[in-house]
């Protein structure tokens, strides 16, 4: 029983809620259908339809002139008659009067009646402060306007300001016996001086701090993408650039990567023929072409990369969010720059060219997944 009541008194106050928008053209089906289960917000309902009709019944009368004077002056001081020339005339007013030409102003005074009075008013009111007669301030005005000048800085001596644009580069190295000579005669820009002096020798005397793993992987990958470490170094310089890893498996597949690389990245010169004279006069012209990239070793190679980057997805999951982001980045340019020089490669097998970037891309590839597994050894 109190449940249903409830329910009755909610429903009465959504009536009343909603039915001023009701009466109002708002299709509502509640109002009605409610109105017919409740007889108070029934007979509510009709005392209202009968109210709005009677209202509408009522002969149209002309509002008196007070109220149409009322009406007019609200709407005056909200703006509601004013011209699009009159609202820009107020607007570049004050620019004008502050000597900026402005030929609208000028024009639309003489067009427009209130705003040529308005402009006539504003011009001899300026002419009047012109005319008045020159006062001298107090001392305590002048005493409030020198402090709040000398705060600024307008009264510091020539001197000073050159001691305060040098400083920095003194403070970098730079030889300037000026700064020297003029801490010493100047006692504010003496303190200066030793204050910042301090600060850096007390910025020097802090320990060094080793950054963590993930600082370092982070600067590094965006060296690499920056493109600070240039053309990769190849040959036994590259190969004796690397870090040894401390860990079994990423230093038996880099043992594999020196031998294969270094094979690799040999000039062509250093490729002998193992053959007599007439053997390789007879050879075929591809086969010495194979010889200056020979596709078991890029097979090696390839195998030496997937390796390590096997290793480096059994462990990806207990990096670093933000150190496993970084290397997917660079795996991904890499791997997108292998796919390119193996399609070169099938489409111009001769190619050295394009031989020698994929050799570098799976070089490049093999070192970033070291690094990976380095620093997740740590």
């Known amino acids: 029983m109190a449940e249903g009541r409830f329910k009755f008194v909610a429903e009465c106050a959504r009536f009343n809620g909603e039915v ?13 259908s409610h109105s017919r289960e ?7 309902l009709g005392d209202l339809q009968s109210i709005l009709q009677a209202a509408r019944e009522l002969p149209l009368e002309e509002p008196s002139r007070a109220v149409w004077s009322n009406v007019r002056a609200r709407l005056g001081a909200e703006g509601a008659f004013i011209r699009p020339a009159c609202l820009r005339f107020a607007e570049e007013l004050a620019a004008y009067l502050e000597g900026e030409a402005r030929p609208f102003v000028v024009s639309h005074s003489q067009d427009c009646t209130s705003c040529g009075a308005a402009l006539a008013d504003v011009q001899l009111v300026c002419q009047a402060a012109h005319d008045l007669p020159q006062e001298e301030p107090s001392t305590v005005v002048w005493a409030n306007v020198r402090a709040q000048l000398d705060a600024e800085g307008v009264f510091r001596m020539a001197p000073c300001r050159q001691f305060a644009a040098a400083l920095a580069a003194y403070l970098e190295g730079e030889a300037n016996p000026f700064i020297a000579s003029h801490a010493r005669e100047c006692m504010a820009c003496g303190a200066a001086l030793a204050d910042l002096q301090s600060i850096r020798q007390a910025a020097r ?6 950054p963590s793993p993930v600082v370092w992987a982070n600067v590094r990958a965006q060296l690499e993408a920056g493109g600070a470490f240039g053309t990769p170094v190849r040959g036994w310089r590259q190969i004796l650039a690397w870090r040894w890893v401390p860990q079994a498996v990423p230093l038996g597949v880099l043992a594999a990567l020196i031998l294969v690389g270094s094979i690799l990245t040999l000039p062509s010169a250093g490729v002998q023929w193992r053959g007599s004279a007439e053997e390789m006069a007879s050879a075929p012209p591809v086969a010495q072409t194979a010889s200056l990239a020979p596709l078991e070793e890029d097979s090696t190679l390839a195998r030496v990369a997937t390796d390590l980057e096997r290793s480096f997805r059994a462990n990806e999951a207990s990096m670093a ?3 496993k982001a970084t290397y997917e980045k660079s795996l991904v340019s890499l791997d997108g720059s292998i796919e390119e020089c193996l399609d070169s490669l099938r489409r111009e097998p001769r190619n050295a060219l394009a031989h020698e970037y994929l ?11 070291s690094s990976a597994l380095e620093f997740d050894g740590r």
């Open 205 to 210: 005397d802090l320990p060094m701090e080793e």
């Open 38 to 44: 409740c007889a108070p917000c029934r007979a509510l």
């Open 321 to 323: 969010p933000d150190l």
């Open 359 to 369: 050799v570098t891309a799976y070089t490049r590839k093999a070192e970033i997944l």
């Open 20 to 32: 001023a928008a009701y009466l109002d053209g708002e299709a509502n089906p509640f109002v009605p």
